[in-house]
Nanobody, 123 residues
Framework: QVQLVESGGGLVQAGVSLRLSCAASGRTFSSYAMGWFRQAPGKGRDLVAAISRTAYSTYYANSVKGRFTISRDNAKVTVFLQMNSLKPGDTAVYYC????????????????WGQGTQVTVSS
């Protein structure tokens, strides 16, 4: 079992950067691929970025490619999402999640979830 706790969200102006962190519990963190999802009001929960267990592979949604970077530190059992050049369209609740199989993009493929952290970008 993996427990996940996100932090780092907030209210910012367009153009600035934020770094989200997701701290995991348990010794099996390195056994899971990790993903960051986001959900805006009235919309579905979409995968923003994902990283494989060893960080060898990463995935980014087209909407964030070139602006967001996902990384992980298995020794510190933490996954990060560096978000640069934020836009109002990035406003959402951001969730980190764990899956045993890298490459899955649907939220139903992820077994463990954090509680979410709100990111609000004003214009």
């Amino acid at each position: 079992q993996v427990q996940l706790v996100e932090s780092g969200g907030g209210l910012v102006q367009a153009g600035v950067s934020l770094r989200l962190s997701c701290a995991a519990s348990g010794r099996t963190f390195s056994s899971y691929a990790m993903g960051w999802f986001r959900q805006a009001p009235g919309k579905g929960r979409d995968l923003v970025a994902a990283i494989s267990r060893t960080a060898y592979s990463t995935y980014y949604a087209n909407s964030v490619k070139g602006r967001f970077t996902i990384s992980r530190d298995n020794a510190k059992v933490t996954v990060f999402l560096q978000m640069n050049s934020l836009k109002p369209g990035d406003t959402a609740v951001y969730y980190c999640a764990a899956t045993p199989t890298y490459g899955r993009r649907h939220f139903g493929s992820y077994n463990y979830w954090g509680q979410g952290t709100q990111v609000t970008v004003s214009s």
